[in-house]
Protein backbone atom coordinates (compact mmCIF):
# COMPACT_ATOMS: atom_id res chain seq x y z
CA UNK A 1 0.00 0.00 0.00
CA UNK A 2 1.28 3.75 -0.64
CA UNK A 3 2.57 5.23 2.56
CA UNK A 4 0.44 8.33 2.81
CA UNK A 5 -2.82 5.96 1.97
CA UNK A 6 -1.62 3.66 4.93
CA UNK A 7 -1.40 6.68 7.53
CA UNK A 8 -4.48 7.73 6.80
CA UNK A 9 -5.89 4.41 7.33
CA UNK A 10 -4.29 3.37 10.50
CA UNK A 11 -6.22 3.01 13.35
CA UNK A 12 -6.38 1.42 16.66
CA UNK A 13 -8.30 -1.55 16.83
CA UNK A 14 -9.98 -3.31 19.36
CA UNK A 15 -11.52 -6.17 18.55
CA UNK A 16 -9.62 -9.40 16.38
CA UNK A 17 -10.05 -12.46 14.45
CA UNK A 18 -8.67 -15.47 16.20
CA UNK A 19 -6.23 -16.05 13.51
CA UNK A 20 -2.85 -16.46 14.32
CA UNK A 21 -0.37 -14.33 12.39
CA UNK A 22 2.09 -16.34 10.46
CA UNK A 23 5.76 -16.25 12.32
CA UNK A 24 7.07 -15.21 8.65
CA UNK A 25 5.10 -12.32 9.12
CA UNK A 26 5.87 -10.77 12.10
CA UNK A 27 9.33 -11.30 11.36
CA UNK A 28 8.85 -9.56 8.28
CA UNK A 29 7.12 -6.58 10.26
CA UNK A 30 9.55 -6.44 12.80
CA UNK A 31 12.61 -6.35 10.09
CA UNK A 32 11.24 -3.45 8.63
CA UNK A 33 10.11 -2.12 11.74
CA UNK A 34 13.96 -1.79 12.99
CA UNK A 35 14.71 0.52 10.06
CA UNK A 36 13.31 3.20 12.44
CA UNK A 37 16.04 5.98 13.54
CA UNK A 38 17.23 6.11 16.78
CA UNK A 39 19.75 8.36 18.12
CA UNK A 40 22.85 7.51 17.76
CA UNK A 41 21.60 4.45 15.67
CA UNK A 42 21.52 3.23 19.07
CA UNK A 43 18.49 0.93 18.49
CA UNK A 44 17.58 0.22 22.24
CA UNK A 45 14.33 -1.34 21.53
CA UNK A 46 13.77 -4.85 22.32
CA UNK A 47 10.67 -7.20 21.65
CA UNK A 48 9.37 -9.92 23.28
CA UNK A 49 6.43 -11.66 20.91
CA UNK A 50 3.79 -13.33 22.90
CA UNK A 51 1.46 -15.93 21.35
CA UNK A 52 -0.62 -18.91 21.18
CA UNK A 53 -0.60 -20.28 24.85
CA UNK A 54 1.81 -18.27 26.45
CA UNK A 55 -0.04 -14.94 25.24
CA UNK A 56 -3.58 -16.36 26.77
CA UNK A 57 -1.40 -17.08 30.14
CA UNK A 58 -0.43 -13.20 30.05
CA UNK A 59 -4.03 -12.11 29.43
CA UNK A 60 -5.11 -14.29 32.38
CA UNK A 61 -2.62 -13.25 34.80
CA UNK A 62 -2.89 -9.09 33.60
CA UNK A 63 -6.25 -9.88 34.20
CA UNK A 64 -6.16 -11.12 36.99
CA UNK A 65 -3.78 -8.78 38.27
CA UNK A 66 -6.09 -5.87 37.11
CA UNK A 67 -9.36 -6.90 39.30
CA UNK A 68 -6.72 -7.12 42.36
CA UNK A 69 -4.95 -3.65 41.50
CA UNK A 70 -7.05 -1.67 39.72
CA UNK A 71 -4.89 0.34 37.98
CA UNK A 72 -6.73 2.07 35.28
CA UNK A 73 -5.65 3.36 31.81
CA UNK A 74 -4.75 6.64 31.81
CA UNK A 75 -2.14 9.07 30.41
CA UNK A 76 -0.09 9.62 33.58
CA UNK A 77 -0.19 13.34 33.76
CA UNK A 78 1.98 14.89 36.49
CA UNK A 79 0.10 18.47 36.77
CA UNK A 80 -3.39 19.28 35.78
CA UNK A 81 -3.80 19.29 31.54
CA UNK A 82 -4.62 22.50 29.60
CA UNK A 83 -8.49 22.04 28.88
CA UNK A 84 -7.71 21.73 25.21
CA UNK A 85 -6.10 18.47 26.04
CA UNK A 86 -8.90 17.33 28.46
CA UNK A 87 -11.43 18.09 25.67
CA UNK A 88 -9.53 15.73 23.19
CA UNK A 89 -9.77 12.66 25.90
CA UNK A 90 -13.51 13.57 26.98
CA UNK A 91 -14.39 13.51 23.02
CA UNK A 92 -12.59 10.13 21.81
CA UNK A 93 -14.56 8.89 25.02
CA UNK A 94 -17.81 10.02 23.27
CA UNK A 95 -16.97 9.18 20.22
CA UNK A 96 -16.24 5.24 21.02
CA UNK A 97 -19.33 4.65 24.19
CA UNK A 98 -21.93 4.58 21.44
CA UNK A 99 -20.58 1.79 19.53
CA UNK A 100 -20.04 0.03 23.33
CA UNK A 101 -23.59 0.48 23.94
CA UNK A 102 -24.72 -1.33 20.98
CA UNK A 103 -22.51 -4.09 22.43
CA UNK A 104 -23.91 -3.44 26.32
CA UNK A 105 -20.10 -2.96 27.32
CA UNK A 106 -19.41 -0.39 29.69
CA UNK A 107 -16.36 1.78 28.88
CA UNK A 108 -13.94 1.94 31.84
CA UNK A 109 -14.95 -1.97 31.72
CA UNK A 110 -14.01 -2.58 28.11
CA UNK A 111 -10.92 -0.36 28.32
CA UNK A 112 -9.14 -1.65 30.90
CA UNK A 113 -10.15 -5.29 31.00
CA UNK A 114 -9.79 -4.94 27.11
CA UNK A 115 -6.32 -3.71 27.28
CA UNK A 116 -5.10 -6.27 29.95
CA UNK A 117 -6.30 -9.07 27.51
CA UNK A 118 -5.08 -7.47 24.30
CA UNK A 119 -8.24 -6.97 22.72
CA UNK A 120 -8.42 -10.72 22.44
CA UNK A 121 -5.90 -10.17 19.35
CA UNK A 122 -3.65 -13.59 19.02
CA UNK A 123 0.05 -12.08 19.48
CA UNK A 124 0.89 -9.61 22.33
CA UNK A 125 4.19 -7.71 21.10
CA UNK A 126 5.94 -5.98 24.31
CA UNK A 127 8.59 -3.57 24.09
CA UNK A 128 10.93 -3.06 26.20
CA UNK A 129 14.02 -0.59 27.46
CA UNK A 130 17.47 -1.53 29.02
CA UNK A 131 17.28 0.98 32.00
CA UNK A 132 20.88 2.33 31.48
CA UNK A 133 19.38 4.50 29.30
CA UNK A 134 17.96 8.13 29.93
CA UNK A 135 14.07 8.72 29.65
CA UNK A 136 15.31 10.60 26.33
CA UNK A 137 15.54 6.91 24.79
CA UNK A 138 11.70 6.79 25.11
CA UNK A 139 11.76 9.00 21.97
CA UNK A 140 13.13 5.72 19.93
CA UNK A 141 10.58 3.75 21.06
CA UNK A 142 7.84 5.98 20.37
CA UNK A 143 9.19 5.70 16.45
CA UNK A 144 9.35 2.25 16.23
CA UNK A 145 6.03 1.67 17.68
CA UNK A 146 4.73 4.19 15.11
CA UNK A 147 6.70 2.12 12.57
CA UNK A 148 4.90 -0.89 13.62
CA UNK A 149 1.08 -0.13 13.44
CA UNK A 150 1.77 1.53 9.85
CA UNK A 151 3.79 -1.70 8.76
CA UNK A 152 1.47 -4.27 10.50
CA UNK A 153 -1.38 -2.25 8.78
CA UNK A 154 0.03 -2.68 5.32
CA UNK A 155 0.15 -6.78 6.37
CA UNK A 156 -3.83 -5.85 6.91
CA UNK A 157 -3.09 -6.35 10.17
CA UNK A 158 -4.92 -4.29 13.04
CA UNK A 159 -2.95 -2.82 16.03
CA UNK A 160 -3.85 -1.05 19.47
CA UNK A 161 -1.12 -0.03 21.38
CA UNK A 162 -1.38 -0.80 24.86
CA UNK A 163 -0.10 1.97 27.72
CA UNK A 164 -2.01 0.08 30.43
CA UNK A 165 -0.07 -2.93 30.60
CA UNK A 166 3.48 -1.01 32.14
CA UNK A 167 0.81 -0.68 35.11
CA UNK A 168 1.46 -3.88 36.14
CA UNK A 169 5.40 -4.66 34.41
CA UNK A 170 5.79 -6.55 37.53
CA UNK A 171 3.27 -9.56 36.48
CA UNK A 172 4.59 -8.89 32.80
CA UNK A 173 8.72 -9.24 33.80
CA UNK A 174 7.85 -12.59 35.86
CA UNK A 175 5.98 -14.21 33.39
CA UNK A 176 8.09 -13.64 30.52
CA UNK A 177 11.46 -13.81 32.07
CA UNK A 178 12.79 -10.27 31.55
CA UNK A 179 15.83 -9.37 33.08
CA UNK A 180 15.72 -6.81 36.24
CA UNK A 181 17.56 -4.25 33.92
CA UNK A 182 14.92 -4.12 31.55
CA UNK A 183 11.74 -1.49 31.61
CA UNK A 184 8.53 -2.69 29.99
CA UNK A 185 7.72 0.73 28.38
CA UNK A 186 4.68 -0.69 26.24
CA UNK A 187 2.47 -3.47 24.47
CA UNK A 188 0.96 -3.48 21.38
CA UNK A 189 -2.19 -5.88 20.29
CA UNK A 190 -2.00 -7.22 16.81
CA UNK A 191 -3.69 -9.31 14.77
CA UNK A 192 -6.27 -9.41 11.88
CA UNK A 193 -9.10 -7.13 12.60
CA UNK A 194 -12.46 -8.42 13.48
CA UNK A 195 -14.36 -6.05 10.55
CA UNK A 196 -17.36 -6.86 12.03
CA UNK A 197 -17.41 -5.96 15.51
CA UNK A 198 -18.86 -1.95 16.14
CA UNK A 199 -15.51 -1.57 18.06
CA UNK A 200 -13.73 -1.19 15.01
CA UNK A 201 -15.98 0.65 13.30
CA UNK A 202 -15.80 4.60 14.75
CA UNK A 203 -12.44 6.80 13.79
CA UNK A 204 -10.50 9.01 15.74
CA UNK A 205 -10.87 12.31 14.57
CA UNK A 206 -7.67 15.15 14.75
CA UNK A 207 -7.25 18.67 15.86
CA UNK A 208 -6.75 21.61 12.22
CA UNK A 209 -2.88 21.98 11.89
CA UNK A 210 -3.18 25.63 13.04
CA UNK A 211 -3.60 24.04 16.56
CA UNK A 212 -0.21 22.33 16.76
CA UNK A 213 1.73 24.59 14.60
CA UNK A 214 3.07 28.19 14.75
CA UNK A 215 5.36 29.14 11.38
CA UNK A 216 8.10 31.23 12.43
CA UNK A 217 9.29 32.83 9.46
C1 LIG B 1 1.47 5.43 23.97
C2 LIG B 1 0.07 4.94 23.73
C3 LIG B 1 -0.58 4.20 24.71
C4 LIG B 1 -1.88 3.71 24.47
N1 LIG B 1 -2.47 2.91 25.40
C5 LIG B 1 -3.69 2.39 25.17
C6 LIG B 1 -4.27 1.48 26.09
O1 LIG B 1 -3.69 1.13 27.13
N2 LIG B 1 -5.49 0.97 25.79
C7 LIG B 1 -6.16 1.31 24.64
O2 LIG B 1 -7.27 0.84 24.41
N3 LIG B 1 -5.62 2.17 23.73
C8 LIG B 1 -4.41 2.71 23.96
N4 LIG B 1 -3.82 3.54 23.05
C9 LIG B 1 -4.52 3.84 21.79
C10 LIG B 1 -5.05 5.31 21.79
O3 LIG B 1 -6.20 5.37 22.58
C11 LIG B 1 -5.34 5.69 20.33
O4 LIG B 1 -4.13 5.69 19.61
C12 LIG B 1 -5.97 7.10 20.25
O5 LIG B 1 -7.25 7.10 20.80
C13 LIG B 1 -6.05 7.58 18.79
O6 LIG B 1 -6.82 6.66 18.04
P1 LIG B 1 -6.24 5.90 16.77
O7 LIG B 1 -5.04 5.10 17.20
O8 LIG B 1 -7.38 5.02 16.32
O9 LIG B 1 -5.86 6.92 15.74
C14 LIG B 1 -2.54 4.03 23.25
C15 LIG B 1 -1.87 4.78 22.28
C16 LIG B 1 -0.58 5.21 22.50
C17 LIG B 1 0.13 6.00 21.41
Avoid at 57 to 65: A, E, I
Avoid at 106 to 126: D, K, Q
Avoid at 174 to 194: Q, R, S
Amino acid sequence: MELLKVINERKSIRAFKPDEIPHQILENILAHSIKAPSAINLQPWEFYVVSGEEKARLSRRLLKSYKERQISCSPGNIKPLEEKFTKRGVASFELMNPYLEKLGLEFNRFINEGSCNFYGAPTAIIICLDNSFSKARLVDIGIILGFITLIACDYGLGTCPIGLISAYEDDIKEMLNIPDNKDVVIGMAIGYPDWTNPVNEFKTPRDTIDNFVKWIE
